[in-house]
């Protein structure tokens, strides 16, 4: 089985892009260059699950450190930048993303971060439109703090919504993988050594989308950006048994959709060393056997357990019985005669 959950990053909507996602038809892929380009992406890979991410400067995002901060106006601020692409876009978009890799440094922040999310979740449903919450970076928020999220979880379960997290590691997608790479994890299954419990059940099956992966030297030291490059260009094969090894983790996790690489067809500079297009794009490709999770039909819950065989014949001859004391009181009120004792059903 070739790749199957890993999908792209777009930064740029470069010559030839939009025609290379339409043939590998990945299950993810977020979008930063509205063009209306991906609309026909969609027609031809109606399955491949498309975020839409506004990117803009971030000081026009809120900061959820600040305890003057209206968490719920910052939001109905925030839709009305996004909902004029998100019309743009209509259908061809199936998610919006909110502020990328918002800072959280206590858990008040992330209270006004929860707060923040489920109104813009709201708002984007009044639209029509769905919404991914979280988007935190590679081993962010601290895991206690997750508690003070769920009513941002909820809100995406209400909504029809899914989580979105990034997940990098450094120097291979192995190393220390519970925390970096796989960090979802503990998110959803809990860490109870570092306070944190785990999802309720009801939110363990809500959907993932891991909208940014890949290698990450940042998480090494903070500059210049590092990426894939740096260590494999010169072997990209080590890099995709890598990216093998990934794929096949994520498929354990059910809740997973998909996996957006970072990056493909970038114009910053700092990021070309993350750069996956064109070459590496098209072996990929190649080599993908896309599996669509948000699109496959849902087996059936199971019936809720019914009564035995047993029970049913029992409920059969009580029923019975009681036919047949209400025929006797009804001639004994005629002619005084006996009652009959009535059935207890045996012990199991």
Not at 36 to 46: N, R, T
Not at 164 to 186: F, G, I, M, N, T
Not at 254 to 265: D, E, K, P, Q, S
Request: aromatic share 10%; with cysteine.
């Amino acid at each position: 089985m070739g790749y199957c959950l890993l999908g792209a990053h777009v930064n740029y909507t470069a010559s030839g892009l939009p025609e290379a996602i339409a043939q590998w038809k990945p299950p993810l892929v977020v979008v930063l260059d509205h063009s209306d380009a991906w609309h026909q992406v969609k027609v031809e890979s109606p399955h491949t699950v498309l975020v839409g991410r506004l990117a803009q400067d971030s000081h026009w995002e809120p900061n959820f450190n600040d305890p003057s901060l209206n968490p719920v106006q910052a939001a109905r601020d925030y839709c009305a930048q996004v909902l004029p692409w998100a019309e743009r876009m209509g259908a061809t978009y199936d998610f919006w993303q909110g502020v990328n890799e918002p800072v959280i440094a206590t858990a008040e922040a992330m209270r006004r971060l929860a707060e923040f999310e489920a109104e813009r979740a709201r708002i984007m449903a009044g639209h029509g439109f769905r919404v991914v919450v979280g988007s935190f970076s590679v081993g962010n928020p601290h895991l206690p703090y997750w508690r003070q999220f769920l009513p941002a979880l909820e809100a995406a379960l209400e909504y029809r919504g899914a989580l979105a997290l990034h997940e990098y590691a450094w120097p291979s997608l192995d190393h220390e993988w519970p925390w970096y790479a796989l960090r979802h994890r503990k998110v959803y299954e809990g860490e109870p050594a570092h306070g944190w419990e785990g999802f309720p059940p009801r939110l363990k099956s809500l959907p993932l989308l891991i909208t940014e992966c890949g290698l990450d030297g940042l998480i090494e030291r903070i500059d210049p950006p590092r990426g894939w490059q740096v260590l494999y260009g010169h072997d990209p094969a080590q890099y995709l048994r890598q990216l093998a090894w990934y794929d096949a983790e994520l498929l354990k996790d059910r809740y997973v959709i998909g996996a957006a690489l970072y990056c493909l067809a970038t114009p910053d500079p700092r990021w070309k060393t993350y750069d996956h297009w064109p070459v590496l794009t098209r072996r990929l490709m190649e080599q993908a056997t896309p599996i669509y999770r948000l699109t496959e039909p849902q087996p059936p819950e199971p019936p809720a357990p019914g009564p035995s065989n047993e029970e049913l014949l029992w409920e059969q001859v009580l029923a019975r019985v009681d036919r047949i004391n209400e025929l006797l009181r009804q001639r004994i009120e005629g002619n005084g005669r006996g009652m009959v004792t009535t059935a207890k059903k045996p012990r199991s």
